[in-house]
């Protein structure tokens, strides 16, 4: 199957920097990504959807400043915590939609302190 | 709007044990229902799926039932093996929702010898 690979999968920052998250499809072009973010014993939850070329779209009561989008060519979208805090500390997942079939990478932990 | 409920974990076996990992969700019209697992340090794979009522997905000897009756996806498996030690994760997909995928809380599976 198609291949997702998410970039850190573990980072610790300190409160008030900004991190960025990758995500690239490795094998395929993917126009729309999608970030999701879980915290401990509930769902994935989905945050936004990274349009190619074009601005992201933010589920309700996602901060759009706060959580950055770039989906700058087809294979790689990138999602930046700015200022963060700890309350931002949670693990993120990329997807990327291939013949109908979401493919996933690997997460990353982050760890505000 | 649409939600996911599946069994808390963690859920403890002994190998060769049967393994029933119950889902159940709420949604209009006629989502299409998901199984993914996530392996240790891995990100989410497809396991099986099920776009219409009475449909069963199967895979690695894995089974679920598309139950419309009982708005209900529930997992099996005959045989549990140490290697199928992992997080499992229901979802469904709304009819002409796109990509979007929703996800229920995630249950750890542990099987030991």
């Known amino acids: 199957g198609a291949v997702v690979s998410q970039h850190p999968s573990r980072v610790i920052c300190k409160s008030g920097t900004s991190v960025k998250i990758e995500c690239r499809s490795l094998d395929f072009q993917a126009t729309t990504m999608f970030w999701y973010r879980q915290f401990p014993k509930q769902s994935l939850m989905l945050m936004a959807t990274?349009?190619?070329?074009?601005?992201?779209?933010?589920e309700q009561g996602v901060e759009k400043d706060k959580f950055l989008i770039n989906h700058a060519s087809l294979t790689l979208s990138t999602l930046t915590v700015t200022s963060a805090h700890p309350e931002d500390s949670s693990f993120y997942i990329c997807?990327?939609?291939?013949?109908?079939?979401?493919?996933f990478g690997q997460g990353t932990r982050l760890t505000v302190v | 709007g649409n939600s996911v409920t599946q069994m808390e974990g963690p859920v403890t076996l002994s190998e060769e044990a049967f393994l029933t990992i119950n889902c159940t969700y709420t949604a209009t019209g006629y989502p299409s229902l998901f199984w993914y697992v996530q392996y240790p340090g891995e990100g989410l794979q497809l396991l099986l799926k099920?776009?219409?009522?009475?449909d069963k997905g199967s895979n690695k000897g894995f089974e679920a039932t598309y139950r419309k009756e009982t708005t209900s996806f529930h997992l099996e498996k005959g045989s549990v093996q140490v290697s199928d030690s992992a997080v499992y994760f229901c979802?469904?997909?709304?009819?002409?929702?796109?990509?979007?995928?929703?996800f229920g809380t995630g249950t750890q599976l542990k099987v030991e010898l």
């Open positions: 099920a776009t219409k009522a009475d």
């Open positions: 997807s990327a939609t291939q013949q109908g079939e979401a493919f």
């Open positions: 979802a469904l997909k709304r009819a002409g929702g796109g990509n979007k995928l929703t």
């Open positions: 990274s349009n190619e070329g074009s601005k992201a779209t933010y």
